[in-house]
């Protein structure tokens, strides 16, 4: 079976994973990662236990995924975060230009824009990947991005909560529904359920800002099989933007990331 984000085949990924967990254990974790950096012997051994333990989970994770289940944990965990916000916090900082409610807004538009979108069908498939929607979008109006994010906001109305729940479930409910079509999205036409990875890596990202804006909010939590499928797509996106080099460097200790780098 073809993975439908990256194109590659489960056989391999789970092949590659096999060989991956019979070498680390049988030469321990610096058989692939020689160059550790400031790493110390105490953080190999922890991060070596880490592993072991999440070991058949992230064979899973490797497999061939679900796009609507990520999706809709994602979307799930994003609602119970919304949930938690303290009243008195809506109008503080979010992130960059936006107060947290414009935040929290433009991350609700992982969800309407696919209501919207599924509304929208199309007969030409132009963008085949999720991580080739992030190419697609690179020269976004960045204002009109902040300008949909604060109308969005507004939206929330004065029980955010609710709205967001009520939101989720709307739109889980239609995806569980629509089967696979080809629709309209802001990169141009895409199949449903490669849209819902990009929604998905949108809805994680956003969600850290979201709790890393709220002080004493307890955090959101997500699947190994979850944050596999958002690590592939923005790995994916950065090697199509020709930054594949200095992601694979910086993932083994080799160098580190240029200042401002970023997928979207």
Known sequence: MRCVRCGCTSGRALRASGIAR?????????AFFPLRGTTTAADSKRDARAAHKK???MIEAWGELNVRETFAEAARTFAALVSRIPEDRWDGPGLGEWNLRALV???SRSLVTVETYLGQPVETEEVPTAAAYYVAVAGI????????????????????????????ERV??????????LMHTAAGGMHLEIY???RTLELVVHSVD???AVPNIEPPEFSDQLLSEVAR????????RGRGVELMLALTGRASLSPGFSIV
Do not use: C, K, Y
Request: charged share 20%.
């Open 172 to 181: 889980l409910a239609q995806v569980g529904t629509a089967g696979n079509p």
């Open 196 to 198: 819902l990875s990009t």
């Open 55 to 57: 070991g058949p989970a």
């Open 233 to 240: 797509v923005a790995a994916t996106a950065a090697v199509l």
């Open 141 to 168: 109006d960045h204002a009109a991005v902040v300008g949909r994010g604060v109308e969005a906001g507004r939206a929330l109305g004065e029980n955010p909560g609710e709205f967001v729940d009520a939101l989720a």
């Open 105 to 107: 807004g433009h991350t």
């Open 210 to 212: 979201i709790a890393a």
């Open 22 to 30: 019979r070498r680390t254990e049988e030469e321990g974790a610096e």
